[in-house]
């Protein structure tokens, strides 16, 4: 959706904006930045760094809108690999910690992990409470693009019978499995089809279970524990 990107990035600013605002109120709304995370941006030349920051501003002179309250951060985060050709000591403290973000489980980056981690206080405390982070951030983000995404397609479901709408809800709660496990290990074909074979009931299970998924071997024992422990419940039941 890259040529999309920057008319979803003012759709959703915009949202959030007017989800604080109610008719025959004032108009006074919190402050919004947005941190829009990418990969590459193609209309972005690949020499203008990975940090672009965006703001209402007087054509003219660049001057900031009176009472500015609407900013837009976009990170390219493909572009940090330009870091490793200079010392690690010539970091900014925000380009270390958007590195080690970008490239943690990145198992041909972890020398200089590792070597941001010794020399950097607040990179150490992160790679001890990474896993919290980054299950607390991913589970956070996935809520927030699946509600957007859900408000996207609303109209399409607006058309279809209520089936449709569960069936739906259904299918997006596996795609938020899915991104959440991504984020984690790297899922093959068989692992998808698993997911996507899942009824609601056993999802839901999965879903409970997903702390305790880190690895295929994980995800291959929570899926085959599922599956025996609701062949056990029939037998159960047929035997009554």
């Known amino acids: 959706m890259s040529d999309s990107l920057a008319m979803r990035s003012q759709g959703y600013l915009s949202r959030i904006v007017a989800d604080q605002l109610c008719v025959g109120d004032p108009y006074e709304f919190n402050p919004v930045i947005q941190v829009m995370l ?141 991104l959440v496990l991504r984020q984690r290990m790297t899922l093959n074909e068989w692992e998808e089809k698993q997911i996507d074979e899942l009824d609601e009931e056993k999802l839901l299970d999965l879903i409970q279970s997903l702390d305790a998924i880190h690895t295929s071997e994980d995800f291959q024992r929570q899926i085959h524990d599922k599956t025996n422990q609701n062949v056990h419940m029939k037998q159960t039941v047929l035997n009554r």
């Not at 050709?85 to 198992?107: C, G, Q, T």
């Not at 405390?125 to 919290?132: Q, S, T």
């Not at 479901?157 to 795609?175: C, D, R, S």
């Open 38 to 178: 990418t990969n590459h941006v193609p209309q972005i030349q690949k020499n203008d760094g990975y940090l672009h920051d965006y703001r209402y501003t007087k054509e003219e002179k660049a001057v900031p809108l009176p009472d500015e309250r609407c900013r837009i951060l976009w990170v390219e985060m493909d572009k940090l690999e330009a870091l490793e050709k200079k010392p690690v000591e010539e970091w900014r403290l925000s380009e270390k910690i958007h590195y080690m973000v970008r490239f943690s489980h990145a198992a041909e980056k972890q020398k200089i992990i590792q070597e941001l981690s010794e020399k950097e206080e607040i990179i150490q405390m992160m790679e001890e409470k990474k896993m919290d982070f980054l299950r607390d951030t991913n589970l956070a983000l996935a809520r927030m693009r699946a509600k957007f995404d859900e408000r996207d397609e609303q109209v399409v479901y607006e058309k279809g019978i209520a089936k449709g709408k569960e069936e739906g809800k259904l299918e997006g709660q596996k795609m938020l499995v899915k």
